[in-house]
């Protein structure tokens, strides 16, 4: 009877699956509203010829690195900027996203952003040496589709989210020096001026000073303008907070927040005239350990990665929240990060496929936020694909992203399928990962079947598939948690 009761479970659940389609998906693509080569236009139709199904935008929300001398630093403020639809206008950019979301209806282009939370400088003065740290240790925001609310998430610069404190005393302190400046201009001051054996009183202004003053002050209010600081400023190491932060007030809008490349170094320096300015981001991914409440992170992409190996920091994360420490898992996405075709980059190989009831953007986020998906790093002519992955007990089966609950004591079964995107035959090896432990691993070649059977003692369950082809082929599911009622 036990048999029979997995068997309609399953059958029940390959039912509800056939309704389920599988969006193959691009997450964070840049266009030329910021740092990306190519129209959004150009973006969708080549999307559209490669079998695209949905592009997750990443536009940068605010990309402007700024040093200041104390105490004085608006006034002193030297700036680097690179192009963001904060500066270009939230609402031109939402609406760029709607005119060619009409053009191609087919596609889903979904709007998100890039934000830099934080970064931080070390001054050598005498080297004259400076580091900004931190600089490519952001997030992906999606799911805010209101202008007014994404201008105010707590990005680094953006003086919008600022909030009042001593610097902006500071920085408006030098806005004194426009009115003496006024007052000088304003004021005649007598003058003894010789003339022979006589001495005549010219009343005169002092322009000059009255305009070097005036000048400074009013440069002064005009760089300080809103006055406001950050909340996290840029010289001091602030740990996770501004990230944390960030991820809350996303939260709080109905959002989702994603970390982007946590293992992905960068590295750089250049001449600024006789100063050697550098900028540095150390691989993070044991911050995904270390914050929580975001909804996925960058898994899979062209370099390897570590944190989803078996009994690495997502697995970790996974039982923490499996063994209840957690409020909420976190998914691996495959995240592309295109920014052109330089160094080699293809717009698709790297996708998320995400499984959806219906091709809305509402579907694709409620999958998001659910787990619902899988990471797949592909050629362009073929890849992986997952044909099923279902965990089945006492009547009830789940698939990726859900949680099955059964008693102790339930015959487990897990059936796993793994098929080329062309039908074809790949040679792939297939882990299921069990609690962060290799719990089985086979051989073979597409298109791949096979089963793994235990008995449920109660204690929480995380199940995972990882399969891997010839590089680069990799695909990597949402887990599946079991527990007890």
């Given amino acids: 009877m036990r048999a029979a009761a997995v068997v309609v479970a ?13 969006l193959p998906a691009v997450v964070h ?3 030329d509203l910021s740092t990306g080569d190519f129209p959004l236009e150009d973006l969708a139709r080549t999307a559209e010829s490669r079998g695209i199904a949905a592009v997750l935008l990443a536009e940068n929300f605010l990309l402007r690195l700024e040093y200041g001398l ?11 900027e690179e192009p963001s639809v904060l500066a270009g206008g939230l609402d031109r950019y939402l609406a760029r996203v709607a005119d060619v979301r009409r053009a191609h209806p087919r596609l889903l282009l979904i709007p998100g952003v890039e934000v830099l939370p934080h970064y931080r400088w070390t001054v050598a003065p ?6 900004v740290h931190d600089t490519q240790k952001n997030l992906l925001v999606f799911g805010i589709a209101d202008p007014r609310r994404l201008a105010s998430l707590p990005a680094t610069g953006n003086r919008a989210a600022g909030e009042y404190g001593l610097q902006s005393l500071l920085d408006a302190a ?6 003496v400046g006024a007052g000088l201009l304003l004021t005649k001051r007598p003058r003894r001026r010789r003339l022979g054996r006589a001495f005549v009183v010219i009343r005169q202004r002092p322009w000059g000073a009255g305009l070097v003053l005036a000048g400074l002050g009013a440069l002064a209010l005009a760089r300080a303008w809103p006055f406001t600081e950050d909340r996290y400023p840029a010289w001091r190491d602030f740990g996770l907070a501004p990230h944390q932060d960030l991820i809350d007030h996303v939260e709080r809008l109905g959002g989702t927040a994603v970390w982007s490349f946590p293992e992905a170094p960068d590295a750089g320096e250049r001449r600024v005239g006789p100063v050697r300015v550098a900028w540095r981001t150390e691989p993070h991914a044991d911050d995904l350990l270390r914050t929580f409440r975001y909804t996925a992170f960058g898994g899979v992409y062209e370099q390897r990665t570590r944190a989803i190996e078996p009994g690495g920091v997502w697995d970790r994360l996974l039982v923490q929240y499996a063994d209840g420490e957690r409020t909420r898992p976190a998914w691996a996405l495959g995240e592309s990060g295109f920014h052109g075709v330089t160094a080699g980059k293809r717009l698709g190989t790297v996708q998320t496929v995400f499984l959806v009831a219906e091709r809305t953007e509402a579907a694709v986020l409620d999958a998001l936020r659910r787990g619902r998906l899988y990471a797949l790093h592909r050629v362009p002519e073929v890849g992986l694909s997952l044909g099923e992955f279902a965990v089945a007990a006492a009547g009830r089966a ?12 339930a015959a487990l079964e897990v059936r796993v399928a793994i098929d080329a995107s062309d039908a074809g035959a790949l040679p792939v090896r297939v882990t299921l990962v069990r609690n962060g432990a290799v719990a089985e691993a086979w051989a073979g070649q597409t298109p791949f079947r096979a089963t793994y059977r235990e008995t449920f003692d109660g204690r929480p369950l995380v199940l995972r598939v990882d399969a891997r082809g010839r590089p680069p082929h990799h695909l990597v599911t949402s887990p599946v948690f079991v527990s007890a009622p």
């Fill in 29 to 31: 693509v840049h266009s």
């Fill in 70 to 80: 104390p105490p004085f630093r608006a006034l002193t403020r030297v700036t680097w």
């Fill in 10 to 22: 399953l059958l029940a659940w390959a039912g509800a699956a056939g309704a389920v389609e599988r």
């Fill in 174 to 179: 030098p806005g004194v020096l426009l009115p």
């Fill in 126 to 131: 005498l080297a004259l040496e400076m580091t």
């Fill in 398 to 409: 789940a698939s990726a992203g859900e949680t099955l609950r059964v008693a102790p004591g």
